[in-house]
């Protein structure tokens, strides 16, 4: 069936780039996204790529997209500690349905 | 503010009682999921509804059960309340487009 998977961790500097991955398996995903949660509160939507595109930038986030290896990423550029979140991954199938990743904790160090 | 309501945001009850959760979806999404996220662990998909209609059910247990209202509002019921169904349970509306699932802030329930 439909799976998406992503790290659990990451720990990165204050300043530093973050690179957040996640791999799914489904090839007739129309859209891939990315959702921030930030504790105690819902999930807000970062961004989000449509499947036949490779790479979307939106100020300090770069998302990429390997449709080959069924691959998808978010860069954070310069990660301030206002970025400690959870980042949830998600991937649109067929039938409105959403199939989503585990979550990454973003882990900023001073 | 993601345009999607619920209600109440905190909930405190005892084993073996029944609650009802309530999410307003942003105006015009026909789409409403249900998720339960417990403590430091990932979205558990519950139940989509899709105009009234049920359209996809995930992990969702026996004394769970949800409805859509014709005014697109849903409720998920919760029964036979254990301590493990302590979690944080979040309404999402979507427009089936590209801007994918607004989620609302979730209903923290606590099972005593």
């Known amino acids: 069936g439909e799976d998406v998977e992503q790290s659990l961790f990451l720990s990165v500097r204050e300043g530093d780039s973050s690179v957040i991955n996640c791999t799914y398996t489904?090839?007739?995903?129309?859209?891939l996204y990315w959702y921030k949660q930030e504790p105690g509160a819902g999930l807000q939507l970062l961004t989000y790529?449509?499947?036949n595109m490779d790479m979307k930038q939106d100020q300090r986030l770069t998302v990429l997209l390997n449709k080959k290896d069924k691959h998808l990423s978010l860069r954070i550029a310069d990660t301030q500690t206002g970025d400690s979140a959870i980042y949830f991954c998600?991937?649109?199938?067929?039938?409105?349905?959403?199939?989503w990743g585990a979550g990454t904790k973003l882990i900023i160090k001073p | 503010d993601s345009g999607v309501t619920q209600t109440p945001k905190h909930l405190i009850t005892a084993t073996g009682q029944r609650v009802t959760l309530r999410c307003s979806p942003r105006?015009?999404?026909?789409?409403v999921y249900w998720y339960q996220q417990s403590l430091d662990q990932g979205l558990q998909f519950l139940i989509h509804?899709?105009?009234?209609?049920?359209?996809a059910k995930g992990n969702i247990l026996e004394r769970f059960s949800a409805q859509q209202f014709p005014d697109l509002h849903s409720e998920l019921n919760l029964s036979s309340l254990e301590l493990g169904d302590s979690a944080l349970y979040f309404c999402?509306?979507?427009?089936?487009?590209?801007?994918?699932?607004?989620f609302g802030q979730g209903t923290r329930l606590t099972v005593v």
């Open positions: 999402a509306s979507s427009a089936g487009t590209a801007e994918g699932a607004f």
């Open positions: 489904d090839s007739s995903s129309t859209y």
């Open positions: 998600a991937e649109s199938i067929g039938n409105y349905q959403l199939i």
């Open positions: 509804y899709y105009n009234g209609e049920e359209r």
């Open positions: 105006s015009g999404d026909l789409s």
């Open positions: 790529i449509f499947s």
